[in-house]
């Protein structure tokens, strides 16, 4: 569980995004809570640098689409990082299982199966105030944080190219 804000960061410790191109692929399912991740992460990337026709966004209909979302991106985009981004809450069935378990392991596919990282800007919380508070709530908000390793895995992805972008 986090404790501390989500949306700090040192932009001394982080490359300089302008040389690279993002995606972001966006939950619909709880908009609440996945437009404000996704604004932040957008806000993010654009303060590390990123200009803003490198950044793509699309919207899936739930978190498990994440995973096709961000594969066909991955293969009609050139990108240097997606963040897949969603939110599950804990109801009264098994379903909450089985959806973060096959969004979590298809996100990891995806890292293993593609050049491209793809990060986890997934919430799985027990209730809608965790989430609340995850999504630029008391907490900060987990798609700053995501946007920020986005950026570093980026960096790494470009190592030994010529993408100007400063070092950790």
């Not at 739930?62 to 809450?89: H, P, Q, R, W």
């Not at 491209?116 to 995850?134: A, I, M, W």
Request: aromatic share 8%; hydrophobic share 40%; glycine share 8%.
């Amino acid at each position: 569980m986090a404790t501390t804000n989500l949306s700090y960061y040192d932009k001394n410790t982080i490359p300089n995004a302008k040389a690279f191109r993002f995606g972001i692929v966006v939950s619909e399912w709880n908009p609440e809570i996945t437009k404000n991740l996704h604004q932040g992460a957008i806000d993010t990337l654009l303060d590390c640098g990123a200009e803003k026709e490198n950044i793509i966004s699309w919207d899936v209909p739930g978190s498990f689409e994440l995973i096709y979302g961000c594969k066909k991106m991955i293969e009609t985009e050139k990108l240097d990082a997606v963040i897949a981004i969603g939110n599950v809450i804990q109801g009264e069935t098994k379903h909450f299982d089985f959806v973060c378990d096959g969004v979590t392991q298809g996100i990891k596919d995806l890292n293993l199966q593609y050049d491209v990282p793809v990060v986890f800007c997934v919430l799985t919380d027990n209730t809608k105030q965790q989430s609340l508070d995850r999504s630029g709530g008391k907490l900060g908000n987990k798609g700053v944080e995501c946007a920020v390793a986005a950026v570093k895995m980026a960096a790494i992805k470009n190592i030994g190219r010529n993408t100007n972008s400063v070092g950790f």
